[in-house]
């Protein structure tokens, strides 16, 4: 099975930074990797397919990179409604396992 | 406009039974993937199953294979998971989610609100 760990765990920011987080894969997972976000009692929301490709509707400060085992999101100015937290899939194989996720709170 | 409603969760005995559903509307049903992922109170998300267009490929994670199956009725638009033997660590909530028309899954694109599975004696 394809692990996959996220860092940082938790991350502290303030509106209009920059924020990078990172996924990693145990294994080569080619570009089967999507983010999403999810806030408090609510369902996740998908920010990217396929490593880099953004869902229709998501603010362009959302972005993703990367290819095989290492992989980013980038959130290139951080608006209020960004803190929630944000994991990352893989799915290049079965099981299409998440990562930790990687909470973003106001600093 | 892309809706999924889970329906069916509740409190359960270690041991029991619980049959999930899922409503779908707004899309073509029959031509998407569907897929059942949970979430532990406090936790990450976990994939749970897959399940082809037309039903003639399924997936599971290893913790609930043999105990969990995932079925569709596109003639319903439905979503189904019946969940068998259910553990305390089956306690979650349950969403549905969307995910795609392609050979493969590369994303799920839509979730429902998630329905809340409790298993305790």
């Known amino acids: 099975d394809i692990q996959l760990t996220q860092s940082p765990s938790f991350l502290s920011a303030s509106v209009g930074d920059r924020v990078t987080i990172t996924c990693r894969a145990s294994q080569g997972i080619s570009s089967y990797l999507a983010w999403y976000q999810q806030k408090p009692g609510k369902a996740p929301k998908l920010l990217i397919y396929?490593?880099?490709t953004l869902q229709s509707g998501v603010p362009s400060r959302f972005s993703g990179s990367g290819s095989g085992t290492e992989f980013t999101l980038t959130i290139s100015s951080l608006q209020p409604e960004d803190f929630a937290t944000y994991y990352c899939?893989?799915?290049?194989?079965?099981?299409?396992?998440f990562g930790p996720g990687t909470k973003v709170d106001i600093k | 406009e892309v809706q999924l409603v889970e329906s069916g969760g509740g409190l359960v005995q270690p041991g029991g039974s619980l049959r999930l559903s899922c409503a779908a509307s707004?899309?073509?049903?029959?031509?998407?993937?569907m897929s059942w992922v949970r979430q532990a109170p406090g936790k990450g998300l976990e994939w749970v199953a897959n399940i082809k267009q037309d039903g003639s490929e399924k997936y599971y994670v290893d913790s609930v294979k043999g105990r969990f199956t995932i079925s569709r009725d596109n003639a319903k638009n439905s979503l189904y998971l019946q969940m068998n033997s259910l553990r305390a660590e089956d306690t979650a909530v349950y969403y549905c989610?969307?995910?795609?028309?392609?050979?493969?899954?590369?994303?799920?694109?839509?979730w429902g609100q998630g329905t809340l599975v409790t298993v305790s004696s």
């Open positions: 707004g899309f073509t049903f029959s031509s998407y993937w």
């Open positions: 396929a490593a880099s």
């Open positions: 989610a969307r995910a795609g028309t392609s050979m493969i899954v590369v994303d799920f694109d839509y």
């Open positions: 899939q893989q799915l290049n194989s079965y099981p299409q396992s």
